[in-house]
């Protein structure tokens, strides 16, 4: 779910909807990131925190959710290293490193992907995401 000005209320539902149906395993956010022309739809640092306090709830709750708690205060910052040299996405044909964000000046600094996030704490050898990864991974892949 790509959570934004128009759905950030519906984050429990989502959350509920994906613990109760049978063949979804678990339910992933990301923040929305304002490419061109959607700039109204991006969420201010206090909304992102409200946001990553109720996915925080809905963990605690048990509710599937496959994301790592310890990199929502660099999500909220957007405190995290980018572009993330180990994602690599494929779209018509062009492989890009780290997604379309590379292409907009200055649209990195906005960055929402939360496995962008985890990924370079990751491998940049954060303890903390590293040890929750493993946790969170074999719970649900």
Same mark, same amino acid.
């Given at each position: 779910?790509?959570?934004?000005? !128009? ?35 991006? $969420? ?30 660099? $999500? ?18 062009? !492989? ?9 000046? @200055?649209?990195?600094?906005?960055? @929402? ?16 995401? !590293? ?11």
């Amino acid at each position: 779910m790509a959570v934004n000005q !128009i759905n950030k209320d519906a984050i429990r539902d989502v959350c509920y909807t994906a613990r109760d149906m049978k063949n979804v395993r678990a339910v992933s956010f990301n923040f929305h990131t304002p490419y061109p022309d959607t700039r109204e739809l991006a $969420l201010s640092k206090e909304e992102k925190a409200q946001c990553c306090e109720v996915i925080s709830q809905m963990m605690d709750e048990g509710v599937p959710v496959f994301n790592l708690k310890s990199a929502f205060p660099y $999500l909220i910052n957007n405190s995290f290293p980018t572009p993330c040299a180990q994602c690599l996405v494929i779209e018509n044909g062009k !492989i890009s490193v780290c997604g379309r964000c590379i292409d907009v000046p @200055g649209l990195c600094d906005e960055c @929402g992907y939360f496995f962008v996030a985890e990924y370079t704490l990751l491998f940049g050898g954060n303890l903390r995401v !590293i040890f929750e990864m493993f946790r969170t991974y074999l719970k649900y892949v």
